[in-house]
């Protein structure tokens, strides 16, 4: 169900860091002045030929991957059906569901604006939404780590049950979001904990529109996505029913068999993960992301601490991101989407991967409970 736990997907990416390892210290390489590196046929047959292997085995019509090792090479591939009923190929423009990438965004929007001086990352929530309980002990800082302790939304049967219900096309505010939220009892008071919690970055996105005083959703336009000119990213403002322009359709397996949910209501996920975009966006944000291009040395310095409570093997939590290892990024996934983005700063590389299905079924926005 909805935001359940780490899905099959997730691990998968897990696996597929170490081919990302191996295109890192390739030394296999060709070299000319025109043309950047390619890496090693044999390495790229190998990388087919697994991805061959999990696209089957957990059935996904279709695939683009992105690897990009700056004095090395870089590995583009476009796999399978963008659109099965149309038998249309998947290629590299069309554009994804990119689930909770979108925290990188939201949590970016307000590191800028504790640079712009109109945010504190210590600024307590009840100065924005002072009526969700205990708001005068739940900071900014805690909101942006999944220390808040506030219960995920995603995780609430009830919930879950009425969006499924209604065929994924069921409609709900930001404020019903979090009422459903504040239903619950919190996992464990501020600040002494890690639960992965979709209400905090909700929650950041309702705070974003009260200070800039603009939608989120212009807030992303003006503050990253033209300057940045991120031209195939986007938020759409109805969340949106339908998908425009040049996009992959979405697939979840029913009884074995693929059905497109393409069409599908976002609004459950709104500033936690309602976001479109495509390789090449994702790719210049991978960098953005990594380096702080669009904030302050101390502002990055704070996105990259991760919490204590949120360590559990190779993981940790940042400020709207997480390590796997020396690796930093998100993963992200909603109805008939998975997308997975991580950066490695120590060689400027970056590792992307979107399908078109979400490959367990309904478990994807997953929680991670460390605590």
């Not at 090693?40 to 683009?64: C, H, T, W």
């Not at 960098?287 to 502002?299: D, F």
């Not at 996934?333 to 992307?352: D, H, Q, R, S, V």
């Amino acid at each position: 169900m909805y935001a359940s736990k780490p899905n099959r997907f997730f691990l998968c990416m897990i696996r597929l860091l170490p081919f990302f390892c191996i295109f890192l210290f390739c030394t296999n390489c060709s070299d000319n002045s025109t043309h950047p590196p390619e890496f090693a046929l044999e390495l790229q047959q190998e990388m087919d030929r697994f991805l061959d292997e999990k696209m089957s085995e957990y059935n996904i019509p279709g695939a683009v991957i992105g690897i990009w090792v700056p004095g090395r090479g870089t590995w583009l591939k476009a796999k399978g059906k963008a659109d099965i009923e149309e038998n249309t190929d998947m290629n590299l423009t069309h554009t994804f569901r990119i689930g909770s990438i979108s925290k990188t965004f939201n949590a970016t929007i307000i590191l800028k604006l504790v640079d712009e001086g109109l945010l504190s990352l210590e600024d307590t929530l009840d100065r924005f939404v002072p009526w969700v309980p205990n708001s005068e002990n739940i900071t900014i800082r805690q909101l942006c780590n999944n220390t808040s302790g506030i219960f995920n939304y995603g995780e609430d049967h009830d919930l879950n049950m009425e969006y499924v219900n209604n065929d994924f096309l069921a409609h709900y505010t930001p404020e019903e979001l979090v009422c459903v939220a504040i239903g619950h009892e919190p996992y464990f008071p501020p600040g002494k904990g890690f639960h992965y919690s979709n209400t905090n970055f909700v929650l950041l996105a309702m705070i974003i529109e009260m200070v800039t005083g603009n939608t989120y959703k212009e807030a992303l336009d003006k503050k990253i996505f033209k300057p940045l000119n991120l031209n195939n990213t986007t938020f759409p403002v109805d969340h949106s029913i339908h998908m425009t322009g040049n996009f992959s359709h979405g697939y979840l397996e029913v009884d074995g068999v693929l059905k497109d949910y393409t069409i599908s209501d976002h609004s459950i996920q709104w500033g936690a993960g309602g976001m479109i975009s495509d390789l090449s966006d994702l790719e210049l944000w991978a960098e953005v992301l990594g380096e702080g291009l669009l904030i302050s040395k101390e502002m990055q310095h704070e996105r990259l601490k991760w919490s204590p409570h949120s360590e559990s093997g190779i993981f940790k939590y940042g400020m709207g991101l997480f390590y796997l290892g020396d690796f930093l990024g998100h993963d992200g996934g909603c109805i008939g989407f998975n997308t997975a983005l991580f950066y490695l700063p120590a060689k400027k590389a970056t590792f992307i991967y979107q399908n078109a299905s979400d490959s367990e079924g309904f478990s994807h926005e997953h929680s991670y409970h460390f605590s």
